[in-house]
Protein backbone atom coordinates (compact mmCIF):
# COMPACT_ATOMS: atom_id res chain seq x y z
CA UNK A 1 0.00 0.00 0.00
CA UNK A 2 1.27 3.13 -1.24
CA UNK A 3 1.31 5.87 1.54
CA UNK A 4 0.81 9.60 0.59
CA UNK A 5 3.77 12.02 1.47
CA UNK A 6 2.51 13.76 4.25
CA UNK A 7 1.02 11.51 6.11
CA UNK A 8 1.85 11.29 9.52
CA UNK A 9 3.06 7.38 8.82
CA UNK A 10 5.52 9.09 6.02
CA UNK A 11 7.05 11.80 7.88
CA UNK A 12 7.46 9.27 10.64
CA UNK A 13 9.60 6.94 8.26
CA UNK A 14 11.67 9.90 7.01
CA UNK A 15 12.66 10.93 10.66
CA UNK A 16 13.65 7.50 10.98
CA UNK A 17 16.00 6.82 7.56
CA UNK A 18 19.40 8.18 8.44
CA UNK A 19 19.96 9.58 5.07
CA UNK A 20 16.75 11.91 5.09
CA UNK A 21 16.81 12.69 8.36
CA UNK A 22 20.86 13.60 7.61
CA UNK A 23 20.01 15.62 4.89
CA UNK A 24 17.02 17.67 6.96
CA UNK A 25 19.83 18.19 9.65
CA UNK A 26 21.91 20.40 7.10
CA UNK A 27 19.36 21.81 5.50
CA UNK A 28 17.81 23.07 8.95
CA UNK A 29 21.16 24.25 9.82
CA UNK A 30 21.72 25.99 7.06
CA UNK A 31 18.43 28.42 7.56
CA UNK A 32 20.18 31.28 9.46
CA UNK A 33 22.58 32.35 6.93
CA UNK A 34 19.51 33.93 5.32
CA UNK A 35 19.23 36.47 8.30
CA UNK A 36 22.89 37.45 7.29
CA UNK A 37 23.89 39.69 4.46
CA UNK A 38 23.32 39.38 1.36
CA UNK A 39 19.79 38.27 1.72
CA UNK A 40 19.84 40.53 5.49
CA UNK A 41 16.00 38.59 6.56
CA UNK A 42 17.38 39.68 9.59
CA UNK A 43 14.21 38.74 11.25
CA UNK A 44 14.18 35.44 10.30
CA UNK A 45 16.85 34.98 13.17
CA UNK A 46 14.40 34.63 15.21
CA UNK A 47 12.72 31.41 13.87
CA UNK A 48 15.70 29.73 11.83
CA UNK A 49 16.84 27.26 14.50
CA UNK A 50 13.16 26.15 15.19
CA UNK A 51 13.30 23.50 12.47
CA UNK A 52 16.93 22.25 14.04
CA UNK A 53 15.49 22.10 17.81
CA UNK A 54 12.71 20.56 16.60
CA UNK A 55 14.60 17.97 14.77
CA UNK A 56 17.19 17.25 17.49
CA UNK A 57 14.26 17.44 20.08
CA UNK A 58 12.80 14.18 18.15
CA UNK A 59 16.34 12.13 17.89
CA UNK A 60 15.24 9.39 20.50
CA UNK A 61 18.39 8.47 21.34
CA UNK A 62 21.73 10.66 22.49
CA UNK A 63 23.93 9.08 19.76
CA UNK A 64 21.25 10.69 17.47
CA UNK A 65 20.73 13.91 19.58
CA UNK A 66 24.35 14.45 18.59
CA UNK A 67 24.42 13.73 15.40
CA UNK A 68 21.92 16.21 14.26
CA UNK A 69 24.28 19.10 15.93
CA UNK A 70 27.24 17.82 14.33
CA UNK A 71 25.27 17.87 10.93
CA UNK A 72 23.29 21.18 11.58
CA UNK A 73 26.56 22.78 12.48
CA UNK A 74 28.37 21.50 9.27
CA UNK A 75 25.09 23.31 7.48
CA UNK A 76 25.46 26.43 9.05
CA UNK A 77 29.16 26.93 8.78
CA UNK A 78 28.93 25.77 4.86
CA UNK A 79 25.99 28.37 3.86
CA UNK A 80 27.53 31.49 6.30
CA UNK A 81 30.86 30.28 4.10
CA UNK A 82 29.87 29.16 0.99
CA UNK A 83 31.28 32.17 -0.46
CA UNK A 84 34.86 30.44 0.23
CA UNK A 85 34.03 27.19 -1.97
CA UNK A 86 35.69 29.01 -5.00
CA UNK A 87 38.86 29.23 -2.86
CA UNK A 88 39.03 26.60 -0.96
CA UNK A 89 36.93 24.16 -3.42
CA UNK A 90 35.74 20.77 -1.54
CA UNK A 91 38.46 21.66 1.21
CA UNK A 92 35.73 23.79 2.70
CA UNK A 93 33.48 20.75 3.64
CA UNK A 94 36.33 19.42 5.06
CA UNK A 95 36.66 22.26 7.69
CA UNK A 96 32.99 22.68 8.27
CA UNK A 97 32.90 19.12 9.27
CA UNK A 98 35.64 19.32 11.57
CA UNK A 99 34.16 22.62 13.36
CA UNK A 100 30.83 21.28 13.05
CA UNK A 101 31.37 19.00 16.00
CA UNK A 102 31.18 22.00 18.10
CA UNK A 103 27.73 21.62 17.93
CA UNK A 104 27.34 17.87 18.93
CA UNK A 105 26.90 18.71 22.83
CA UNK A 106 24.96 21.23 22.10
CA UNK A 107 22.93 18.90 19.99
CA UNK A 108 22.76 16.52 23.20
CA UNK A 109 21.51 19.71 25.01
CA UNK A 110 18.85 20.37 23.63
CA UNK A 111 17.59 16.85 23.20
CA UNK A 112 18.01 16.69 27.44
CA UNK A 113 16.07 20.27 27.85
CA UNK A 114 13.22 19.86 24.91
CA UNK A 115 12.76 15.67 24.76
CA UNK A 116 9.68 14.89 25.79
CA UNK A 117 7.22 17.21 27.49
CA UNK A 118 9.20 19.41 29.42
CA UNK A 119 7.73 20.72 32.48
CA UNK A 120 7.26 24.38 33.63
CA UNK A 121 10.71 24.38 35.65
CA UNK A 122 12.31 22.32 32.35
CA UNK A 123 11.40 25.25 29.81
CA UNK A 124 11.92 28.15 32.13
CA UNK A 125 15.49 26.33 32.42
CA UNK A 126 16.23 25.46 28.99
CA UNK A 127 15.43 29.41 27.75
CA UNK A 128 18.60 30.23 29.50
CA UNK A 129 20.78 26.88 28.83
CA UNK A 130 20.11 26.14 25.45
CA UNK A 131 21.33 29.64 24.43
CA UNK A 132 23.85 29.43 27.03
CA UNK A 133 25.47 26.50 25.08
CA UNK A 134 25.49 27.97 21.41
CA UNK A 135 27.39 30.88 23.24
CA UNK A 136 30.07 28.71 23.81
CA UNK A 137 30.30 27.27 20.60
CA UNK A 138 30.25 30.94 19.30
CA UNK A 139 33.24 31.37 21.60
CA UNK A 140 35.36 28.36 20.76
CA UNK A 141 35.14 29.23 17.22
CA UNK A 142 35.79 32.52 17.50
CA UNK A 143 39.23 31.38 18.57
CA UNK A 144 41.88 32.57 15.54
CA UNK A 145 43.15 29.33 15.43
CA UNK A 146 39.57 27.91 13.98
CA UNK A 147 39.04 30.59 11.68
CA UNK A 148 37.47 33.76 14.16
CA UNK A 149 34.19 34.99 14.97
CA UNK A 150 32.70 35.22 11.51
CA UNK A 151 29.25 34.36 11.43
CA UNK A 152 27.96 35.16 14.89
CA UNK A 153 24.44 34.73 14.73
CA UNK A 154 24.33 37.64 16.42
CA UNK A 155 25.83 39.84 13.81
CA UNK A 156 23.00 38.99 11.57
CA UNK A 157 21.55 41.97 13.37
CA UNK A 158 23.47 44.76 12.13
CA UNK A 159 20.68 46.34 11.24
CA UNK A 160 18.55 46.69 14.02
CA UNK A 161 18.48 49.92 15.88
CA UNK A 162 17.28 47.78 19.69
CA UNK A 163 19.81 45.20 18.63
CA UNK A 164 22.48 47.46 17.92
CA UNK A 165 21.85 48.83 21.48
CA UNK A 166 21.89 45.45 23.23
CA UNK A 167 25.47 44.75 21.78
CA UNK A 168 26.44 48.42 23.67
CA UNK A 169 26.12 46.43 26.48
CA UNK A 170 27.41 43.09 26.22
CA UNK A 171 28.60 43.18 22.33
CA UNK A 172 27.61 40.70 19.78
CA UNK A 173 27.41 37.55 22.44
CA UNK A 174 24.26 39.33 24.49
CA UNK A 175 22.61 40.12 21.18
CA UNK A 176 23.64 35.95 19.80
CA UNK A 177 22.06 34.87 23.27
CA UNK A 178 18.71 37.49 22.72
CA UNK A 179 18.29 35.66 19.17
CA UNK A 180 18.97 32.03 20.04
CA UNK A 181 16.69 32.63 23.70
CA UNK A 182 13.35 33.95 21.34
CA UNK A 183 14.19 30.45 18.56
CA UNK A 184 14.05 28.42 22.18
CA UNK A 185 10.63 30.09 23.29
CA UNK A 186 9.16 29.67 20.10
CA UNK A 187 10.16 26.26 20.01
CA UNK A 188 8.40 25.13 23.13
CA UNK A 189 5.39 26.87 22.83
CA UNK A 190 4.69 24.93 19.92
CA UNK A 191 5.20 21.75 22.63
CA UNK A 192 3.55 21.42 26.14
CA UNK A 193 0.74 23.48 27.63
CA UNK A 194 2.47 23.69 29.99
CA UNK A 195 5.89 24.85 28.42
CA UNK A 196 3.83 27.10 26.41
CA UNK A 197 3.12 29.00 29.23
CA UNK A 198 6.72 29.50 30.16
CA UNK A 199 7.95 30.04 26.89
CA UNK A 200 5.24 32.81 26.69
CA UNK A 201 6.73 34.78 29.78
CA UNK A 202 10.66 34.36 28.52
CA UNK A 203 9.39 36.39 25.53
CA UNK A 204 7.46 38.93 27.41
CA UNK A 205 10.82 38.85 29.47
CA UNK A 206 13.22 39.22 26.81
CA UNK A 207 11.36 41.90 25.55
CA UNK A 208 11.23 44.05 28.82
CA UNK A 209 15.12 43.85 28.95
CA UNK A 210 15.51 45.01 25.65
CA UNK A 211 13.22 47.67 26.35
CA UNK A 212 14.84 48.55 29.15
CA UNK A 213 18.05 48.53 27.88
CA UNK A 214 16.56 51.01 25.24
CA UNK A 215 15.74 53.23 27.86
CA UNK A 216 18.39 53.05 30.45
CA UNK A 217 21.89 52.14 29.43
CA UNK A 218 24.49 54.46 28.88
CA UNK A 219 25.06 56.31 25.35
CA UNK A 220 27.96 58.35 24.45
CA UNK A 221 27.49 61.75 23.43
CA UNK A 222 28.29 63.37 19.47
CA UNK A 223 31.66 65.45 20.45
CA UNK A 224 32.50 66.44 17.02
CA UNK A 225 32.52 65.31 13.14
CA UNK A 226 35.63 64.46 11.56
CA UNK A 227 35.93 64.35 7.49
CA UNK A 228 37.33 61.03 6.26
CA UNK A 229 38.19 60.75 2.71
CA UNK A 230 37.88 56.66 1.64
CA UNK A 231 39.73 55.83 -1.75
CA UNK A 232 38.17 52.70 -3.64
CA UNK A 233 40.52 52.12 -7.07
CA UNK A 234 38.28 49.07 -7.81
CA UNK A 235 39.28 45.53 -9.44
CA UNK A 236 41.96 46.15 -11.23
CA UNK A 237 43.26 43.16 -13.19
CA UNK A 238 46.45 41.99 -14.99
CA UNK A 239 50.38 41.78 -14.95
CA UNK A 240 51.08 44.85 -13.38
CA UNK A 241 47.81 45.59 -11.41
CA UNK A 242 49.68 46.28 -8.22
CA UNK A 243 51.19 49.03 -10.08
CA UNK A 244 47.91 49.96 -11.77
CA UNK A 245 46.19 49.97 -8.75
CA UNK A 246 48.55 52.25 -6.63
CA UNK A 247 48.35 55.14 -10.05
CA UNK A 248 44.71 54.65 -9.58
CA UNK A 249 44.46 55.44 -5.92
CA UNK A 250 46.77 58.19 -6.21
CA UNK A 251 44.53 59.39 -9.15
CA UNK A 252 41.58 59.22 -7.08
CA UNK A 253 42.72 61.01 -3.53
CA UNK A 254 43.89 64.09 -5.69
CA UNK A 255 39.86 64.93 -6.20
CA UNK A 256 40.02 64.98 -2.47
CA UNK A 257 42.13 68.13 -2.50
CA UNK A 258 39.90 71.42 -1.24
CA UNK A 259 37.58 69.22 0.51
CA UNK A 260 38.74 69.57 4.07
CA UNK A 261 39.84 66.36 4.79
CA UNK A 262 41.27 65.00 8.14
CA UNK A 263 42.19 62.02 6.99
CA UNK A 264 42.63 59.69 3.97
CA UNK A 265 42.31 55.79 4.35
CA UNK A 266 43.17 53.40 1.77
CA UNK A 267 42.07 49.98 1.49
CA UNK A 268 44.24 46.62 2.38
CA UNK A 269 47.05 45.40 0.23
CA UNK A 270 47.04 49.27 -1.36
CA UNK A 271 50.49 49.43 -1.54
CA UNK A 272 52.50 46.47 -2.16
CA UNK A 273 56.36 47.77 -1.75
CA UNK A 274 57.99 48.32 1.98
CA UNK A 275 57.77 51.95 2.15
CA UNK A 276 60.86 52.05 4.06
CA UNK A 277 62.93 50.76 1.18
CA UNK A 278 61.24 53.12 -1.28
CA UNK A 279 62.19 56.00 -0.74
CA UNK A 280 60.65 56.85 -4.06
CA UNK A 281 57.30 55.77 -3.62
CA UNK A 282 57.26 57.36 -0.07
CA UNK A 283 57.52 60.53 -1.78
CA UNK A 284 54.97 60.00 -3.94
CA UNK A 285 52.54 59.31 -0.79
CA UNK A 286 54.15 62.28 0.76
CA UNK A 287 53.03 64.65 -1.99
CA UNK A 288 49.62 63.33 -2.03
CA UNK A 289 49.28 64.00 1.17
CA UNK A 290 50.38 68.22 0.71
CA UNK A 291 48.12 68.37 -2.27
CA UNK A 292 45.00 67.07 -0.42
CA UNK A 293 45.68 68.60 2.94
CA UNK A 294 45.39 65.47 5.28
CA UNK A 295 47.72 62.10 6.19
CA UNK A 296 46.84 59.30 4.23
CA UNK A 297 46.63 55.79 5.75
CA UNK A 298 47.98 53.26 3.62
CA UNK A 299 48.25 49.75 3.84
CA UNK A 300 51.42 47.74 3.09
CA UNK A 301 51.72 43.89 2.08
CA UNK A 302 55.26 43.72 1.49
CA UNK A 303 58.61 41.86 3.13
CA UNK A 304 59.76 44.01 6.16
CA UNK A 305 61.65 43.61 9.40
CA UNK A 306 59.02 44.16 12.15
CA UNK A 307 59.70 45.63 15.40
CA UNK A 308 61.14 42.01 16.90
CA UNK A 309 63.17 41.53 14.12
CA UNK A 310 61.93 38.68 12.29
CA UNK A 311 61.85 39.40 8.67
CA UNK A 312 58.65 38.14 6.21
CA UNK A 313 55.66 39.30 5.04
CA UNK A 314 53.56 41.34 6.97
CA UNK A 315 50.56 43.17 6.42
CA UNK A 316 50.47 46.71 8.01
CA UNK A 317 48.61 49.83 8.68
CA UNK A 318 51.09 53.18 8.00
CA UNK A 319 50.62 56.58 8.28
CA UNK A 320 52.23 58.54 6.02
CA UNK A 321 52.08 62.89 6.27
CA UNK A 322 53.48 65.60 4.19
CA UNK A 323 56.90 64.75 5.65
CA UNK A 324 56.62 60.92 4.79
CA UNK A 325 55.72 58.41 7.51
CA UNK A 326 54.62 59.48 10.69
CA UNK A 327 56.33 56.82 12.51
CA UNK A 328 52.74 55.25 13.51
CA UNK A 329 52.63 51.78 12.12
CA UNK A 330 50.57 48.93 13.03
CA UNK A 331 51.49 45.06 11.95
CA UNK A 332 48.19 43.21 11.64
CA UNK A 333 48.12 40.60 14.72
CA UNK A 334 45.25 38.12 13.54
CA UNK A 335 46.17 36.28 10.37
CA UNK A 336 42.94 34.20 7.76
CA UNK A 337 43.43 30.99 8.68
CA UNK A 338 44.60 29.47 4.53
CA UNK A 339 44.19 32.91 3.05
CA UNK A 340 47.29 34.19 4.46
CA UNK A 341 48.69 30.98 6.73
CA UNK A 342 48.17 27.47 6.89
CA UNK A 343 48.04 25.92 9.98
CA UNK A 344 49.99 22.94 10.28
CA UNK A 345 51.74 24.16 7.47
CA UNK A 346 53.85 20.44 6.80
CA UNK A 347 50.67 18.73 7.44
CA UNK A 348 47.81 20.46 5.87
CA UNK A 349 50.26 22.11 3.07
CA UNK A 350 48.87 20.53 0.27
CA UNK A 351 45.56 22.41 0.70
CA UNK A 352 47.69 24.58 -1.41
CA UNK A 353 47.20 22.22 -4.66
CA UNK A 354 43.46 22.15 -4.60
CA UNK A 355 42.77 26.45 -3.49
CA UNK A 356 44.00 29.35 -3.48
CA UNK A 357 45.45 29.00 -0.24
CA UNK A 358 48.67 31.18 0.74
CA UNK A 359 51.47 29.99 -0.81
CA UNK A 360 53.84 32.06 1.97
CA UNK A 361 53.02 32.38 5.63
CA UNK A 362 52.71 36.21 6.75
CA UNK A 363 53.77 37.15 10.25
CA UNK A 364 52.30 38.56 12.41
CA UNK A 365 52.39 41.82 14.90
CA UNK A 366 52.71 41.84 18.25
CA UNK A 367 50.59 44.61 19.67
CA UNK A 368 47.92 47.01 19.08
CA UNK A 369 48.33 50.66 18.06
CA UNK A 370 46.64 54.07 18.31
CA UNK A 371 47.62 56.65 16.00
CA UNK A 372 47.52 60.40 16.27
CA UNK A 373 46.13 62.30 12.89
CA UNK A 374 46.86 65.75 13.37
CA UNK A 375 44.16 68.19 11.91
CA UNK A 376 45.57 69.53 8.64
CA UNK A 377 45.44 73.38 8.02
CA UNK A 378 41.81 74.20 7.07
CA UNK A 379 41.57 76.96 4.16
CA UNK A 380 39.17 80.12 4.89
CA UNK A 381 36.29 80.12 2.60
CA UNK A 382 36.59 83.97 1.79
CA UNK A 383 40.29 84.66 1.88
CA UNK A 384 41.77 80.94 0.72
CA UNK A 385 44.17 81.50 3.26
CA UNK A 386 44.57 78.83 5.61
CA UNK A 387 43.65 78.58 9.08
CA UNK A 388 45.39 77.75 12.17
CA UNK A 389 46.30 73.81 12.70
CA UNK A 390 44.68 71.82 15.77
CA UNK A 391 46.75 71.88 18.52
CA UNK A 392 48.40 69.28 19.77
CA UNK A 393 45.93 67.96 22.27
CA UNK A 394 42.87 67.95 19.83
CA UNK A 395 45.02 65.28 17.61
CA UNK A 396 42.34 62.62 16.14
CA UNK A 397 43.32 59.61 17.39
CA UNK A 398 42.82 56.26 15.40
CA UNK A 399 42.45 52.72 16.15
CA UNK A 400 43.24 50.61 12.97
CA UNK A 401 42.23 46.90 12.20
CA UNK A 402 43.07 44.93 9.07
CA UNK A 403 40.51 43.24 6.99
CA UNK A 404 38.70 40.24 9.21
CA UNK A 405 39.91 41.88 12.53
CA UNK A 406 37.09 43.78 12.49
CA UNK A 407 35.18 40.72 13.75
CA UNK A 408 37.00 40.21 16.91
CA UNK A 409 35.11 41.82 19.46
CA UNK A 410 38.04 42.30 21.95
CA UNK A 411 40.28 44.36 19.55
CA UNK A 412 38.08 47.05 18.80
CA UNK A 413 37.94 47.16 22.60
CA UNK A 414 41.12 47.25 23.45
CA UNK A 415 42.02 50.22 21.28
CA UNK A 416 39.06 52.17 22.63
CA UNK A 417 40.34 51.39 26.20
CA UNK A 418 43.34 53.17 24.47
CA UNK A 419 41.80 56.47 23.33
CA UNK A 420 41.01 55.84 20.12
CA UNK A 421 38.31 58.31 19.15
CA UNK A 422 37.83 56.43 15.40
CA UNK A 423 37.91 52.80 14.43
CA UNK A 424 39.23 51.84 10.74
CA UNK A 425 39.56 48.69 9.14
CA UNK A 426 41.06 48.67 6.15
CA UNK A 427 40.27 45.62 3.95
CA UNK A 428 40.39 43.48 0.74
CA UNK A 429 37.65 41.11 -0.57
CA UNK A 430 38.35 40.80 -4.26
CA UNK A 431 38.82 37.44 -4.46
CA UNK A 432 34.83 37.21 -3.66
CA UNK A 433 34.02 40.09 -5.53
CA UNK A 434 30.37 38.93 -6.55
CA UNK A 435 29.67 36.96 -3.71
CA UNK A 436 28.08 37.59 0.15
CA UNK A 437 31.34 38.26 2.19
CA UNK A 438 31.54 41.93 0.91
CA UNK A 439 28.32 42.76 2.22
CA UNK A 440 29.20 40.57 5.47
CA UNK A 441 32.45 42.20 6.28
CA UNK A 442 31.42 45.68 5.88
CA UNK A 443 28.13 44.55 8.21
CA UNK A 444 30.33 44.14 11.17
CA UNK A 445 31.80 47.56 11.38
CA UNK A 446 27.94 48.72 12.70
CA UNK A 447 28.26 45.82 15.52
CA UNK A 448 32.03 47.26 16.27
CA UNK A 449 30.98 51.01 16.23
CA UNK A 450 27.84 50.07 18.37
CA UNK A 451 29.73 47.84 20.63
CA UNK A 452 32.37 50.31 21.79
CA UNK A 453 30.19 53.91 21.02
CA UNK A 454 32.67 54.93 18.38
CA UNK A 455 32.26 55.68 14.63
CA UNK A 456 33.91 52.99 12.37
CA UNK A 457 34.87 53.49 8.83
CA UNK A 458 35.27 50.24 6.52
CA UNK A 459 37.76 50.78 3.43
CA UNK A 460 38.40 48.37 0.70
CA UNK A 461 40.09 48.19 -2.32
CA UNK A 462 37.16 46.86 -4.11
CA UNK A 463 33.67 47.41 -2.08
CA UNK A 464 32.01 48.28 0.01
CA UNK A 465 33.48 50.84 1.70
CA UNK A 466 31.39 52.74 4.21
CA UNK A 467 31.25 54.45 7.49
CA UNK A 468 29.31 54.02 10.65
CA UNK A 469 27.96 56.63 13.33
CA UNK A 470 28.75 56.02 17.61
CA UNK A 471 25.51 53.55 17.87
CA UNK A 472 25.80 51.67 14.83
CA UNK A 473 23.40 53.75 12.17
CA UNK A 474 25.24 53.78 8.62
CA UNK A 475 26.99 57.28 7.45
CA UNK A 476 26.32 58.53 4.14
CA UNK A 477 26.33 56.21 1.19
CA UNK A 478 28.74 53.52 0.66
CA UNK A 479 30.44 52.33 -2.40
CA UNK A 480 29.42 49.60 -3.97
CA UNK A 481 31.58 46.34 -5.26
CA UNK A 482 30.86 47.93 -8.90
CA UNK A 483 32.63 51.58 -7.32
CA UNK A 484 36.25 52.87 -8.45
CA UNK A 485 35.84 56.53 -6.49
CA UNK A 486 36.56 58.40 -3.84
CA UNK A 487 34.03 60.18 -1.02
CA UNK A 488 34.37 61.79 1.76
CA UNK A 489 32.25 60.56 5.13
CA UNK A 490 31.46 63.12 7.46
CA UNK A 491 31.77 60.91 11.23
CA UNK A 492 30.26 62.19 14.07
CA UNK A 493 32.51 61.60 17.13
CA UNK A 494 31.32 60.52 20.73
CA UNK A 495 32.72 60.95 24.20
CA UNK A 496 31.85 58.91 27.00
CA UNK A 497 31.64 54.69 27.29
CA UNK A 498 29.76 52.11 26.70
CA UNK A 499 28.75 49.41 29.52
CA UNK A 500 30.80 46.87 26.85
CA UNK A 501 34.02 48.60 26.76
CA UNK A 502 33.69 49.13 30.88
CA UNK A 503 32.43 45.56 31.53
CA UNK A 504 33.93 43.53 28.49
CA UNK A 505 32.22 39.86 28.38
CA UNK A 506 30.59 39.38 30.73
CA UNK A 507 27.98 37.39 29.07
CA UNK A 508 30.22 34.87 28.03
CA UNK A 509 31.07 34.22 31.68
CA UNK A 510 27.68 34.65 32.70
CA UNK A 511 26.80 31.59 30.11
CA UNK A 512 29.49 30.09 31.59
CA UNK A 513 27.63 30.53 35.29
CA UNK A 514 24.47 28.90 33.83
CA UNK A 515 26.01 25.89 32.29
CA UNK A 516 28.13 24.91 35.15
CA UNK A 517 24.74 25.46 37.49
CA UNK A 518 22.96 22.80 35.23
CA UNK A 519 25.88 20.63 35.24
CA UNK A 520 25.85 20.32 38.46
CA UNK A 521 22.02 20.08 38.98
CA UNK A 522 22.86 17.12 36.66
CA UNK A 523 25.59 15.79 38.54
CA UNK A 524 23.83 15.90 41.45
CA UNK A 525 20.29 14.42 39.69
CA UNK A 526 22.30 11.29 38.57
CA UNK A 527 24.03 10.84 41.86
CA UNK A 528 20.78 10.66 43.55
CA UNK A 529 19.93 8.05 40.82
CA UNK A 530 22.78 5.72 41.53
CA UNK A 531 23.01 5.88 45.07
CA UNK A 532 19.42 5.81 46.51
CA UNK A 533 19.00 6.21 50.34
CA UNK A 534 16.91 3.66 51.78
CA UNK A 535 13.72 4.96 54.08
CA UNK A 536 13.81 4.57 57.53
CA UNK A 537 11.36 2.57 59.19
CA UNK A 538 9.60 1.58 55.68
CA UNK A 539 5.96 -0.31 55.68
CA UNK A 540 5.40 -3.00 53.29
CA UNK A 541 5.82 -6.46 53.46
CA UNK A 542 9.48 -6.21 52.42
CA UNK A 543 10.48 -3.37 54.65
CA UNK A 544 12.81 -4.17 57.86
CA UNK A 545 11.95 -2.93 61.34
CA UNK A 546 14.17 -1.12 63.69
CA UNK A 547 13.87 -1.91 66.79
CA UNK A 548 14.48 1.01 69.93
Not at 41 to 70: H, K, M, N
Not at 171 to 182: F, K, Q
Not at 183 to 195: D, K
Request: glycine share 12%; with cysteine; aromatic share 8%.
Amino acid sequence: MRIPVGRPEQRERMLRSPWWRGGGALLAGALPALAFPAPSLWWFAYVALVPWLLLIRSAGTARRAALDGWLGGTGYLLAVHQWLMPSLHVFIVVLAALLGLLWAPWGLLVSRMLGGAPSVATAAAAVMVVPSGWLMIELARSWQGLGGPWGLLGASQWQVPAALRVASVGAVWLVSLLVVAVNTAVTLLLLTPGARAAAAVAVVVCALAVGAIWTWAPQPEQSGVARIGVVQPGVVSGPNSVALRLARSEQLTRTLAGRDVDLVVWGESSVGQDLSRRPDLTARIAKLSREVGADVLVNEDARHTGTSGRTGIFKSAVLVGPDGPTGDRYDKMRLVPFGEYIPARSVLGWVTSVGKAAGEDRLRGTRQVVMSVPEPPRTDGFTGSPTAVRAPEHTLRIGPLVCFESAFPDMSRRLTRDGAQLLIAQSSTSTFQHTWAPEQHASLGALRAAENGRPMVHATLTGISTAYGPQGGRVGTPLGTDTSGATVFDVPLASGSTLYVRLGDWPVYGALAVLAAFCAYEGGRSLRRRNPVERVGAVGPKAGVRGP
